[in-house]
């Protein structure tokens, strides 16, 4: 028992402007995020690579602070699906006792999400398996769409190539209509 209680992790709190239109969700934040208080601390995870790439000048130079204001400011709301799990290590793989986010009121709060875009097949599978159940119509029916995970655990994709599939959620914030095509 005690092991299990010195493994529980604790998430974040959301980032997220009240305007937001689209949410990107992770699973977890990894041990250098939870030590460093701060979504996709890991130097070589490409999160901020990627959403400097789509959003620009020079984001992923700026203080942590300033990229979360950059993305809301774009648009883009932050989160994990998981609150609170236990998790030697960093890998999804060895999450066990998930609890989820209370999605419900988020999307009460957030009226304006019209995407959601998964950091990772975990992320997806959680959210499917956990939080969707609990939500109701209109929030039950938001698109989603996984993404390839930007975890330095993930690099058999290239930048490149995860940058190329991420593009998705920059048309989705010009597209108004909130439609995620699956090309």
Same mark, same amino acid.
Request: include cysteine; aromatic fraction near 10%; proline fraction near 7%.
């Given at each position: 028992?005690?092991?299990?209680?010195?493994?529980q992790?604790?998430?974040?709190?959301?980032?997220?402007?009240?305007?937001?239109?689209?949410?990107?969700?992770g699973?977890?934040?990894?041990?250098?995020?939870?030590?460093?208080?701060?979504y996709?601390? $890991?130097?070589?995870?490409?999160?901020w690579?990627?959403?400097?790439?789509?959003?620009?000048?020079?984001?992923?130079?700026?203080?942590?602070?300033?990229?979360?204001?950059?993305?809301?400011?774009?648009?883009?709301?932050?989160?994990?699906?998981? $609150?609170?799990?236990?998790?030697p290590?960093?890998?999804?793989?060895?999450?066990?006792?998930?609890?989820?986010?209370?999605?419900?009121?988020?999307?009460?709060? $957030?009226? $304006?999400i019209?995407?959601?875009?998964f950091?990772?097949?975990?992320?997806?599978?959680?959210?499917?398996?956990?939080?969707?159940?609990?939500?109701?119509?209109?929030?039950?029916?938001?698109?989603?769409?996984?993404?390839?995970?930007?975890?330095p655990?993930?690099?058999?994709?290239?930048?490149?190539r995860?940058?190329?599939?991420?593009?998705?959620?920059?048309?989705?914030?010009?597209?108004?209509?909130?439609?995620?095509?699956?090309?």
């Amino acid at each position: 028992m005690g092991d299990a209680a010195q493994n529980q992790d604790t998430g974040f709190p959301y980032s997220a402007a009240s305007d937001a239109r689209v949410l990107i969700l992770g699973s977890m934040p990894s041990r250098k995020s939870l030590a460093e208080q701060q979504y996709y601390a $890991h130097p070589r995870n490409a999160f901020w690579p990627i959403m400097d790439e789509l959003f620009g000048s020079g984001l992923a130079l700026l203080p942590y602070e300033q990229r979360l204001y950059r993305l809301r400011e774009s648009g883009i709301a932050l989160w994990d699906v998981a $609150h609170q799990c236990v998790r030697p290590g960093s890998l999804d793989t060895n999450m066990r006792d998930v609890q989820v986010n209370d999605f419900g009121p988020f999307f009460a709060l $957030h009226p $304006h999400i019209h995407a959601i875009f998964f950091n990772g097949r975990m992320a997806e599978s959680l959210y499917r398996k956990l939080a969707l159940p609990q939500l109701d119509n209109p929030y039950h029916n938001l698109p989603l769409r996984c993404l390839p995970s930007t975890s330095p655990a993930h690099a058999a994709r290239s930048f490149a190539r995860k940058l190329t599939v991420w593009q998705v959620v920059k048309k989705v914030l010009i597209n108004s209509s909130g439609i995620i095509s699956t090309s």
